[in-house]
């Protein structure tokens, strides 16, 4: 039996990951966590114990002593999990890439002095994970991240001025919670999966590529020095990744149907429009400068999609809040958590400023 600490049970990863268990006897939910949604009604119908809804999430982990913890939080505030895990040797399983991209050095030392698993959840770092297992180091030549290019893929920055909401949360191949959705049609999710993929596997920004690929049936790609190139192919369906992690290394049978090649199957590849969708750019650079300056990138994206979803701000200005944050931080390195915390909050007070000159003020 594996004990699973699941946080974030309420989103989308959270429901599929639940499936996940329900249908494999050899998984167990021992604790759940959510921001607002009462648990009640999941715990009971799972025999869970232990259940918390926001606060500190790390009571509830030392209370459920999980075998794995699927942290599915959305955005920061899955940090102190993320680092729990970690630092104290327990598998996790990580969708919450907020975490691993503004923590950085401070997981990897957790991860070291730990020394446990972290088995990447998003789909594409799942495939490099795979592609790259029992590989050696010197062969990999770069990793290839591909990205759907999210619902606006194809429009000039002039047709980006006037769309809504409802137009950026309309994703062509991948139902996902309001927060990554947004990501995923400014781009900026493919830059914190850029920025996860540095942390994940210490590979240098300049051999990690971004390639826009629309149907989502290539998860990701490892060229080797040989010329090879191996990709991750499938369904975009993320029970795949969520399983995968889960029963790591069984590799347990999912319901998820096989690609059918013969019936015809048609890969695209291009490369992003980073003029269009900045934010792409802004992450590389970020990664590039190092310190706290992904932390800072993280912060100010959150603050602004917030703006975006909550507060009127137009989608253009996302990237816009993003690059003045970025201006306005020092992106000092940060030792602890504590200066972690602080840089972060740092970035916010620089992207609420940069979103008060527009006038949008968030409650
Ligand atoms: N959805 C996908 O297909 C997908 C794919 C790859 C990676 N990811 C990553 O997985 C994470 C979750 O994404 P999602 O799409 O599942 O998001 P989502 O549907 O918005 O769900 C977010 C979950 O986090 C919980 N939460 C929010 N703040 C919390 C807090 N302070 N403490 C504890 N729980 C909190 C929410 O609880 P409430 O219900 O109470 O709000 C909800 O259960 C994100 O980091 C995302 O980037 C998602």
Same mark, same amino acid.
């Given at each position: 039996?594996?004990?699973?600490?699941?946080?974030?049970?309420?989103?989308?990863?959270? $429901?599929?990951?639940?499936?996940?268990?329900?249908?494999?006897?050899?998984?167990?939910?021992?604790?759940?966590?959510?921001?607002?949604?009462?648990?009640?009604?999941?715990?009971?119908?799972?025999?869970?114990?232990? @259940?918390?809804?926001?606060?500190?999430?790390?009571?509830?982990?030392?209370? !459920?002593?999980?075998?794995? &913890?699927?942290?599915?939080?959305?955005?920061?505030?899955?940090?102190? /999990?993320?680092?729990?895990?970690?630092?104290?040797?327990?598998?996790?399983?990580?969708?919450?890439?907020?975490?691993?991209?503004?923590?950085?050095?401070?997981?990897?030392?957790?991860?070291?002095?730990?020394?446990?698993?972290?088995?990447?959840?998003?789909?594409?770092?799942?495939?490099?994970?795979?592609?790259?297992?029992? $590989? $050696?180091?010197?062969?990999?030549?770069?990793?290839?991240?591909?990205?759907?290019?999210?619902?606006?893929?194809? $429009?000039? =920055?002039?047709?980006?001025?006037?769309?809504?909401?409802?137009?950026?949360? /309309?994703?062509?191949?991948?139902?996902?919670?309001?927060?990554?959705?947004?990501?995923?049609?400014?781009?900026?999710?493919?830059?914190?999966?850029?920025?996860? !993929?540095? &942390?994940?596997?210490? *590979?240098?920004?300049? =051999?990690?590529? +971004?390639? &826009?690929?629309?149907?989502?049936? +290539?998860?990701?790609?490892?060229? @080797? =020095?040989?010329?090879?190139?191996?990709?991750? +192919?499938?369904?975009?369906?993320?029970? &795949?990744?969520?399983? @995968?992690?889960?029963?790591?290394?069984? =590799?347990?049978?999912?319901?998820?149907?096989?690609?059918?090649? !013969? #019936?015809?199957?048609?890969?695209?590849?291009?490369?992003?429009?980073?003029?269009?969708?900045?934010?792409?750019?802004?992450?590389?650079?970020?990664?590039?400068?190092?310190?706290?300056?992904?932390?800072?990138?993280?912060?100010?994206?959150?603050? #602004?999609?917030?703006?975006?979803?909550?507060?009127?701000?137009? @989608?253009?200005?996302?990237?816009?809040?993003?690059?003045?944050?970025?201006? /306005? *931080?020092?992106?000092?390195?940060?030792?602890?958590?504590?200066?972690?915390?602080?840089?972060?909050?740092? #970035?916010?007070?620089?992207?609420?400023?940069?979103?008060?000159?527009?006038?949008?003020?968030?409650?």
């Amino acid at each position: 039996m594996r004990r699973v600490a699941l946080l974030g049970a309420t989103g989308s990863i959270g $429901r599929q990951a639940i499936e996940v268990v329900e249908r494999n006897p050899e998984l167990e939910l021992c604790g759940l966590a959510s921001g607002s949604t009462p648990l009640e009604r999941i715990a009971a119908e799972h025999g869970v114990e232990h @259940f918390q809804v926001g606060g500190d999430l790390t009571e509830l982990l030392e209370a !459920a002593e999980p075998d794995v &913890v699927l942290n599915a939080v959305v955005g920061f505030a899955g940090i102190r /999990a993320t680092l729990w895990a970690l630092e104290h040797g327990v598998t996790l399983a990580l969708a919450n890439k907020e975490s691993l991209v503004a923590a950085g050095e401070l997981a990897l030392r957790a991860h070291e002095r730990g020394g446990g698993l972290l088995l990447p959840v998003d789909s594409e770092h799942s495939a490099v994970f795979q592609c790259l297992e029992g $590989r $050696r180091r010197e062969t990999v030549e770069s990793l290839v991240l591909t990205a759907s290019g999210g619902p606006f893929r194809g $429009r000039t =920055r002039d047709e980006l001025g006037a769309v809504t909401v409802a137009d950026a949360l /309309a994703h062509p191949t991948w139902a996902m919670g309001p927060k990554i959705t947004v990501d995923s049609a400014t781009l900026a999710n493919k830059g914190l999966e850029l920025l996860e !993929a540095h &942390v994940l596997f210490g *590979v240098p920004y300049e =051999r990690i590529e +971004v390639v &826009v690929h629309p149907a989502s049936l +290539v998860h990701s790609l490892v060229r @080797f =020095r040989d010329g090879a190139m191996l990709a991750h +192919v499938g369904h975009p369906d993320m029970t &795949v990744p969520i399983s @995968f992690a889960l029963t790591y290394p069984e =590799r347990a049978a999912t319901e998820v149907p096989q690609l059918d090649l !013969a #019936a015809g199957v048609t890969l695209e590849f291009s490369a992003p429009d980073l003029e269009t969708f900045p934010a792409l750019a802004l992450a590389r650079r970020a990664g590039e400068a190092g310190g706290t300056f992904p932390c800072a990138f993280n912060a100010a994206n959150e603050v #602004a999609v917030d703006a975006f979803l909550h507060a009127g701000l137009p @989608f253009l200005a996302i990237g816009e809040t993003i690059e003045a944050a970025l201006g /306005a *931080v020092d992106g000092a390195p940060a030792h602890d958590l504590d200066e972690l915390l602080e840089a972060d909050a740092d #970035a916010r007070r620089a992207a609420r400023a940069a979103l008060a000159e527009r006038g949008v003020v968030l409650a």
